[in-house]
């Protein structure tokens, strides 16, 4: 009876080790990069905001998601430029369904945002910037 019992509880515990392991599988969201395609405009202060799940993302910066808690990233990204007189804004947003996307390596996408410039020289004008992202999935201890 006792070597029934350990085996049991050695395979209780293999078991539990397994869902451990599980459930500490996170997901990492890298900003990689930031950067101008063209600039036809007056002034460079630009302010980028990147938002994943919720988590602010700073360039060159990663959050950690928790894989058993989600299976969909949503980004939103928002830019402006950083002036009194004028307001120019652009933004964009991505949705990636995480089952869609093999996790066993990693993955990087880009997206863009376009700003058209509303001030009174340069009104019309357009500025578009990148933004580079890596996924992948590690085990956090």
Same mark, same amino acid.
């Given at each position: ?15 539990? !080790?397994?869902?451990?392991?599980? =459930? ?22 630009? !302010?980028h ?5 919720q988590?602010?993302?700073? @360039? ?18 928002? =830019? ?13 947003s ?10 066993? @390596?990693?993955?990087?996408? !880009? ?9 009174? =020289? ?5 500025? @578009? ?13």
């Amino acid at each position: 009876m006792c070597a029934i019992l350990k085996k049991i509880l050695l395979i209780f515990v293999l078991i539990s !080790t397994s869902l451990i392991s599980f =459930c500490q599988q996170t997901l990492e969201v890298e900003l990689v990069s930031i950067s101008n395609i063209y600039f036809n405009c007056d002034g460079s202060e630009w !302010t980028h905001k990147v938002i994943v799940n919720q988590k602010l993302l700073l @360039k060159n910066k990663s959050v950690y998601l928790n894989l058993s808690e989600t299976n969909i990233l949503f980004i939103e990204i928002n =830019c402006h430029k950083n002036e009194k007189r004028q307001s120019n804004y652009g933004d964009n947003s991505v949705l990636i369904d995480l089952n869609e996307i093999d996790l066993s @390596k990693v993955y990087s996408f !880009t997206t863009e945002v376009t700003i058209i410039e509303n001030g009174e =020289c340069y009104k019309d004008n357009k500025i @578009k910037w990148k933004y580079s992202f890596i996924i992948k999935k590690i085990n956090k201890n």
